[in-house]
């Protein structure tokens, strides 16, 4: 991410995939060897492969010139590697128009006659599943829906999308039969011509300048592996561990164990991160083993930090005074040999220096930060306090003295920077933060200019109109905390029914298709209990129990059978919210909430603890 708050947003995301019957892999292949059998063989070519897509796109510049990249490798489960790619372009090849994606992005078949060899590669490497009606059990598919969006709709033109992908032109065309199905337009990945032909593979090209939220990009990007934890045991012995069940495991097949053992690189970007330290006056980190805290202490004392080293460097050295914090590592290096920054003989341009995110609640970090971020040539922590010759008492006071805090820029700031790399939730948790805990002179105003981030996952849920409403009330319950209320802080007032603000919107037609296709598959002991508590539900007779157990060994299905319920309910236009006693439970449920959200019940329960639910009002 600080690659994206120096160059910006990135461009375009490529995602590169192995084919297993290139040429190059099979005419290697000893007798009735297949691809699978040789890891080795498939990982070498991939790679070279690899490097010759990068050079095509880097140095011969195939989508302009690129000023900045991030690539990482993973492996599918059937073992085969493929690479994501993001790319950042310079302003002059920045794609802009439509007729720029137009120019290197197509999602529609090629004509068969005028180009045969890229019809063959398309229909056969760049066909999504398919799924939906046609292939209801294909990987892509989540209770009923394609988590793709496939198949797409037509389009006459490609038309821009203020946050996401562009929606590419997919002109209607006649159906054509690939494999067993008759498929068109609507099933094809996003391509670049030029790259398929090339390397007859895989190669999912999409713009991504629009999308707003880029953090969600690095984060699918840097996703890293599927994990499992697995174990052999004696199948008489009942013993449910529910530690082990949380331990995450990693599991290498054979072609990534060939990639490590050939120390390929995992992922590679056009830029170094040198990550600078911000601590206190003698508050630095130590490592330590148990047993040996003193030792570590002791070596501490005399341990340089890139902060400390940059006192020592500026006491030293007059032309670091023209560089903040933040930019000495673009024209010094740190060499942790001899702990000192020395001037750099080249390559300063492709280094980013990155400050911590410190919490406002650790205040005097916070405040030192910010003085690091304005602040040229200090030469030591008290240089830092230190204004118009008279030495602050803190470094918030040396913020207040030389003006940082009078404007509410500082906030923006904080803000900006939350906002490449949290979540909404993180977002509205900070906004509350900065209100409780710090001097916010317009907050209003604050809320105005950020009201979209963080309600960004309210309004994707929801609608654009009430998005905001909903992260207003969660901003409301931070801030009883602080015992502030909206009407102290001049902020708007949440114009949303208590019963709804916390119940999932959905789509009744949705919900009836996702219901109907997850209740045939219920097996006879579930479709027992689904019928019955249903029954329950809708039957308005007194003596009807509505009160139900359900209990079952792990792996049984509880979770899909809930969320069938679920599905059926909402299908026939009801609300329900369930409510489960955890929060890892209640992510297993289709709007899912704790007991301790919903029914606010306190953390710290004692023999007077009650809900904090108010008379005459519905739970939210």
């Known amino acids: 991410m600080a690659m994206v708050r120096k160059f910006g947003r990135p461009d375009l995301f490529v995602t590169f995939t192995c084919n297993p019957?290139?040429?190059?892999?099979?005419?290697?292949?000893?007798?009735?060897?297949?691809?699978?059998?040789?890891?080795?063989?498939?990982?070498?070519?991939?790679?070279?492969?690899?490097t010759e897509l990068l050079d095509d796109i880097i140095k011969r510049n195939l989508f302009g010139r690129v000023i900045s990249y991030i690539y990482v490798i993973e492996f599918q489960k059937r073992g085969l590697p493929h690479a994501h790619i993001l790319l950042t372009l310079d302003t002059y090849s920045k794609i802009r128009t439509k007729a720029d994606i137009d120019k290197y992005v197509s999602a529609e078949l090629p004509d068969p006659?005028?180009?045969?060899?890229?019809?063959?590669?398309?229909?056969?490497?760049?066909?999504?599943?398919?799924?939906?009606?046609?292939?209801?059990?294909?990987?892509?598919?989540?209770?009923?829906?394609?988590?793709?969006?496939?198949?797409?709709?037509?389009?006459?033109?490609?038309?821009?999308?203020?946050n996401g992908y562009p929606m590419y032109q997919r002109k209607y065309t006649e159906s054509v039969r690939i494999g067993r199905h008759d498929l068109d337009n609507r099933w094809i990945v996003p391509y670049s011509p030029w790259l398929s032909k090339k390397f007859n593979a895989h190669i999912n090209v999409e713009v991504c300048a629009s999308i707003k939220s880029v953090k969600y990009l690095y984060k699918y990007v840097y996703k890293g592996h599927d994990a499992a934890s697995i174990r052999f045991e004696n199948e008489k012995t009942l013993d449910h561990d529910k530690i082990l069940s949380f331990l995450d495991g990693i599991y290498f097949n054979a072609p990534e164990t060939m990639w490590r053992l050939n120390e390929f690189n995992l992922s590679e970007k056009s830029h170094t991160v040198v990550r600078l330290a911000v601590h206190l006056p003698d508050k630095q980190a130590i490592v330590y083993q148990d047993g040996q805290e003193e030792e570590a202490v002791a070596r501490s004392v005399a341990r340089q930090t890139t902060l400390t080293v940059w006192f020592e460097l500026n006491k030293n050295d007059q032309d670091s005074h023209n560089y903040l914090y933040t930019d000495i590592s673009h024209y010094y290096t740190f060499n942790k040999s001899v702990m000192k920054?020395?001037?750099?003989?080249?390559?300063?341009e492709q280094v980013i220096g990155r400050m911590p995110v410190v919490n406002i609640q650790d205040s005097e970090r916070y405040h030192l930060r910010l003085l690091l971020s304005r602040k040229l040539g200090a030469v030591s922590f008290e240089d830092l306090k230190t204004?118009?010759?008279?030495?602050?008492?803190?470094?918030?006071?040396a913020c207040k003295t030389q003006g940082l805090l009078e404007e509410d820029q500082h906030w923006y700031d904080t803000l900006n920077e939350a906002i490449q790399t949290r979540a909404?939730?993180?977002?509205?948790?900070?906004?509350?933060m900065n209100c409780g805990f710090g001097e916010v002179n317009d907050i209003p105003e604050l809320w105005f200019r950020y009201k979209d981030a963080l309600s960004e996952d309210f309004a994707r849920q929801y609608s654009e109109d009430s998005g905001p409403q909903y992260a207003l009330a969660v901003i409301e319950e931070f801030l009883k905390h602080y015992n502030l209320n909206f009407k102290k802080l001049k902020l708007p007032t949440v114009h949303l029914p208590a019963a709804l603000s916390n119940l999932p919107s959905f789509d009744i037609l949705v919900e009836q298709q996702k219901g109907q296709i997850n209740a045939p598959k219920l097996n006879e002991e579930q479709k027992l209990v689904f019928d019955t508590i249903l029954n329950a539900i809708y039957d308005n007779k007194e003596d009807t129990s509505r009160l139900f157990f359900l209990d079952g060994?792990?792996?049984?299905?509880?979770?899909?059978?809930?969320?069938?319920?679920?599905?059926?309910?909402?299908?026939?236009?009801?609300?329900?919210?369930?409510?489960?006693?955890?929060?890892?439970?209640?992510?297993?449920?289709?709007?899912?909430?704790?007991?301790?959200?919903?029914?606010?019940?306190?953390?710290?329960l004692n023999a007077t603890s009650i809900c904090n639910v108010k008379p005459n009002t519905q739970p939210r």
């Not at 920054?341 to 300063?348: A, H, S, T």
């Not at 010759?389 to 918030?396: A, I, L, S, Y």
Request: proline share 8%.
């Open 21 to 50: 019957t290139w040429v190059d892999i099979l005419n290697v292949l000893e007798g009735p060897q297949r691809p699978e059998d040789r890891p080795d063989i498939v990982v070498h070519v991939f790679k070279m492969k690899l």
């Open 113 to 162: 006659i005028a180009d045969p060899t890229l019809f063959q590669i398309i229909t056969k490497c760049m066909i999504h599943g398919p799924c939906g009606t046609l292939n209801p059990n294909s990987p892509c598919m989540r209770e009923g829906v394609c988590t793709k969006q496939y198949p797409k709709e037509f389009r006459e033109k490609t038309e821009e999308n203020t």
């Open 341 to 348: 920054w020395q001037k750099r003989q080249r390559g300063g």
């Open 387 to 397: 204004v118009d010759g008279v030495v602050c008492n803190t470094f918030q006071q």
């Open 424 to 432: 909404p939730f993180q977002l509205r948790l900070l906004f509350a």
């Open 553 to 604: 060994p792990a792996g049984t299905g509880k979770p899909f059978l809930y969320n069938t319920w679920l599905h059926t309910i909402r299908g026939k236009g009801h609300h329900v919210t369930p409510v489960a006693s955890t929060g890892i439970a209640a992510t297993l449920l289709n709007g899912g909430r704790t007991t301790h959200s919903f029914f606010k019940i306190p953390i710290v």
